[in-house]
């Protein structure tokens, strides 16, 4: 069922990033961010944090790490800017924080591959841990059978980390999975000093999936700890041993949503399936029923819901006795669409 919904993005929204359960931030592909305030459905911030599309938003610490199609990244407190540095930005592919230290972005000199920075704090600096680091090489060179007569993977389009490894989709449908070794630094002591040295970050392969090749894949998630996936193609693939294909009736799988034991998975289209319901937000017209358009969907999350102490006010702000998750989907239009799911 449809609560609420939050207008005042004027371009198709790019990321949803909830802060809690009264706060939420927006963006959108002009590179506006607005921090809602969910009880008034009203914006409590609103500023331009990039010149193009933001791709990412992530929470770090107290701040906000923002990537975008302008080939930036930047670090915020609220909407003050902290620190910024120039990144590889492609059309799909987001970034992703490692154990709140590291973060993986595509590389700058090759869009197949993958750069990672320590972020330190205090003041804020970053330091480049693995330059242009090649999935596809590692794969070729322990010459798995599924990629003879293949020269690449194409671009980076998706990363999603799950524990310890990082799955990284690509152009091509391939889904690598890296696991990653932060070695402890050594210390050495002389008579007059004592020196910290810094071993190198270690990428080890651990998992190589062609099952949605040859489409480009657009979606990663985890259900219980197991890799979830989706392409430009009608299927969801869990990454269990051995997997699990489901085959779908639309194509473009935009987002996947674990909630409970089973998925919601809301497509380019703008249709959303769960278990028990699919979901269509259409734009009337004038003329007949039949004549209404669908809006396309382009991000989809979960806002848990808080704990029991809270429940009062959730209840309050969902304006239902009885309280449940809330699905928020952003749509080209610029709206957000929060939904109940049972």
């Not at 911030?45 to 990412?56: E, I, K, N, P, Q």
């Not at 799955?167 to 000093?193: A, C, K, R």
Request: aromatic fraction near 8%; include cysteine; charge should be neutral.
């Amino acid at each position: 069922m449809r609560v609420f919904a939050l207008r005042a993005h004027k371009s198709p929204i790019t990321y949803i990033l909830p802060l809690s359960e009264d706060y939420i931030l927006t963006s959108d592909q002009s590179g506006v961010i607005i921090k809602w305030n969910l009880p008034t459905k009203r914006p409590a911030l609103t500023w331009t944090a990039h010149t193009d599309s933001v791709l990412t938003m992530l929470k770090w610490h107290l701040y906000i790490i923002t990537h975008s199609r302008d080939s930036t990244i930047k670090i915020w407190l609220e909407d003050k800017l902290q620190y910024e540095f120039p990144v590889n930005a492609l059309n799909f592919s987001n970034v992703v924080l490692f154990q709140d230290r590291y973060l993986i972005t595509p590389a700058t000199t090759d869009s197949n591959n993958i750069d990672i920075y320590r972020l330190n704090d205090g003041p804020i600096s970053i330091t480049r841990e693995v330059a242009n680091f090649s999935p596809y090489d590692l794969v070729h060179n322990l010459k798995f059978d599924d990629i003879q007569g293949r020269k690449d993977f194409g671009i980076i389009m998706k990363m999603f980390i799950i524990d310890n490894v990082l799955y990284i989709g690509f152009e091509s449908g391939d889904i690598i999975g890296l696991n990653i070794t932060l070695p402890q630094p050594s210390i050495t002591q002389s008579v007059t000093s004592t020196s910290i040295i810094n071993k190198d970050v270690k990428l080890r392969l651990q998992y190589h999936n062609s099952s949605h090749v040859p489409n480009p894949i657009i979606s990663l998630a985890a259900m219980n700890s197991t890799l979830v996936s989706g392409s430009t193609g009608k299927k969801v693939i869990t990454h269990s041993d051995p997997i699990k294909v489901c085959k779908l009736n639309e194509s473009g799988i935009q987002s996947i949503v674990p909630h409970g034991e089973h998925l919601i998975v809301g497509f380019w289209n703008g249709i959303i399936e769960s278990e028990n319901e699919i979901i269509q937000r259409s734009l009337p017209h004038l003329d007949a029923e039949e004549m209404k358009t669908t809006v396309k969907l382009s991000y989809m999350c979960m806002l848990p819901k808080p704990e029991s102490r809270d429940v009062q006010k959730y209840s309050t702000l969902i304006r239902r006795k009885k309280y449940r998750d809330l699905l928020l989907v952003g749509y080209e239009d610029g709206t957000v669409v929060g939904y109940t799911v049972n």
